[in-house]
């Protein structure tokens, strides 16, 4: 397990559509697991692979519910409904934020990191970080979506998504 380079945007990888993993084995599992330490270590509580430069359909999310850390491989939004505007933020964009549009509860499934069918169902903060995630797998940030963007001030920048 390491702790992998961020990437920043306007990085073209932000921008690409990520490649469907079709090996589940030791380097999905590696990789998976760098992505957690590098979450962590960033303070954030969601990690694409494409933010470590990987154009790879998988994520990590930890928004400190009972959940724990969630590991996605090819994850896909099955279904949406409700709305909740919100901030966001992104440690591929640091210093900034931005209000969000979102679905407020969705279904979300994919596999985990052994191949096995996975789905959850997520509302607010949980739903919103899915989501943030799942864009990035498709290279879309949340500045194309925001309503508003601003500096994130200090203590804002501490508690921020940092997705």
Known sequence: MSIRFIVKHPDEVLRDTAKEVTKFNANLHKLLDDMADTMYDADGVGLAAPQIGISKRVIVVEVGDDNGLIELVNPEIVSKDGEQLGPEGCLSIPGLQGDVRRANH?????????????????TEFLSRAFQHEVDHLNGVLYIDLAESIYEARKEEVQEQDGE
């Open 106 to 122: 969705i279904v979300i499934k994919g596999f985990d990191r052994d191949g096995k069918p996975v789905q959850y169902e997520a």
